[in-house]
Every structure is written in C-alpha cells, then in structure tokens.
C-alpha cells in the first residue's frame, strides 16, 4: 500500500475491537474514531516497520523468524542490548491468545534509559504492540476466534527504587495504546510478587490506564521456576508447565 493507504488498518477485525471497547458508544462515533486510528497507522513509521517485519517474519521457513522483528525496532541497536528475549517475548497459548511476557527485573534499567529518553522507550513499546496487534488480527482473521494479548508482568527481582523514566515510558506506552489497540488486550497478569507486594502494588497498579487495571490479576505461580522466558517458548522447558497454569487460571470453565 502506499504511504496513508489506510485500507490494510480498516479490516473488520480491526473494527470489531473498536465496537467492543466502545459498546455504550454510537456507531458513527465508533467509526469516527476507527478511521482517525487507522489514518494515524496508515501513515506511523513504527507501523510501517512492524508491517514489513512481520510479513518478513512469517515468510521464514518455519513461519516466524522473531529476528527481523527485533533489527526492525525503534532504537533497536541501543535497545537490543538491554532488552532481549530473556526479559521480553511474546509466545502462544494452547487457546491460541498470544502471551506477552515482560520481567522488568532483568532489565538493567538505569544503564538503558542513560543512553535512550522516554519518548524513544515509549515508540519501542509501540512497536511491540503494533507486531503483536498485526499478528493476533491476522490470526483472528484466519480462525474466526478473536485473538487477544495475555499480558504476563513477571515481578521477579523488581527493584523498588529501578529508574522511574523507565517506568514512566512502560505508563506512557500502555495508556497510547489502550486508545490504539482496543479490546486487544486480555488479562493483565501481575505474577511473582515478592513479600513488599502492597508496596510494589501501590507502585505498578497506577501505571495502567483504568481499563487495563480492570483486567488485572495477581498470581504466585506462573513463571516460578524459569529463569530465562525463552524456556517458555516452543520445545523449551518451562512451556508445558506455564502453558497448564494458562489453562486453569485462564481457560478453565
């Protein structure tokens, strides 16, 4: 398509999140706002290259290369090297949700955020969001389920005094796209608190924009146990474990 082509961002997937996040609105209204959303993407360099690196992605010969995904990325030779798929991933549940994980933990905050601002951090997780937004509207598309996020926040380690412009980018980030991406999270996991969790509960919670804290749920268990997420990934040795905790706290009738 060519640079404000908004036909790609217009299809019914799309649109179906925007009427389901925006239920007690008028129609128009709701079209209204679709439309100004899919101009904004239509015309967004952090879209267009989420765009490309998913279509180079799926054309691997496994049917995902994460690679090009992460060269693709806003700042992705500063960010790279703080952030990688030990801290960071999005894998796949039995259900067919996409299961985003962050442990902030393992994030050498203060070293990253002395070398990027927050408006630099904030376009990153944009990214991360338009892939996976890109990805679960394909997979909707495909299998006639709406496909959402799991979003898994991994507290392990997680210093009470970390930098807060870090912070800040992970707030400023989740609110842009509560309006960008609606009805495409599911719950919002909050997993491996440690002792200070009514500290770490007054720190965290505020961050989210109220309808992700709405979704929000506190969990002990998922994750324990795993010292690098790639182990949750495909043939790795904490999948089967996290994929059965997913089953009960989420799937389960």
Not at 117 to 141: G, H, P, W
Not at 160 to 187: E, H, I, V
């Amino acid at each position: 398509e060519k640079a404000g082509d908004t036909k790609y961002f217009t299809n019914d997937v799309s649109f179906l999140r925007f009427r389901l996040a925006n239920e007690d609105s008028d129609i128009e209204d709701v079209a209204v706002k679709f439309m100004e959303t899919a101009k904004w993407r239509a015309t967004s360099p952090i879209v267009s290259a989420a765009k490309t690196a998913v279509e180079t992605a799926l054309a691997s010969e496994n049917g995902w290369d994460n690679a090009p995904v992460r060269d693709a990325a806003p700042f992705a030779s500063i960010v790279n090297e703080y952030i990688t798929p030990s801290q960071i991933l999005t894998t796949t549940s039995r259900a067919g949700d996409l299961v985003f994980c962050i442990r902030a933990g393992g994030i050498d905050d203060q070293a990253l955020m002395s070398k990027i601002d927050s408006d630099q951090l904030v376009e990153f997780f944009l990214y991360c969001k338009e892939v996976n937004s890109i990805v679960a509207d394909l997979r909707s598309a495909q299998t006639d389920r709406l496909v959402t996020v799991v979003v898994m926040n991994d507290l392990s380690g997680v210093k009470l005094l970390g930098d807060a412009t870090f912070r800040n980018a992970l707030s400023a980030s989740s609110k842009q796209a509560t309006d960008l991406y609606p009805a495409l999270n599911g719950p919002t996991m909050l997993v491996n608190l440690p002792r200070l969790l009514g500290a770490l509960v007054k720190l965290f919670t505020p961050l989210f924009p109220e309808a992700v804290r709405k979704k929000i749920k506190f969990e002990r268990g998922p994750l324990q146990g795993v010292d690098d997420l790639q182990e949750i990934l495909q043939g790795g040795s904490g999948r089967e474990k996290l994929m059965d905790e997913l089953d009960q706290l989420l799937y389960s009738s």
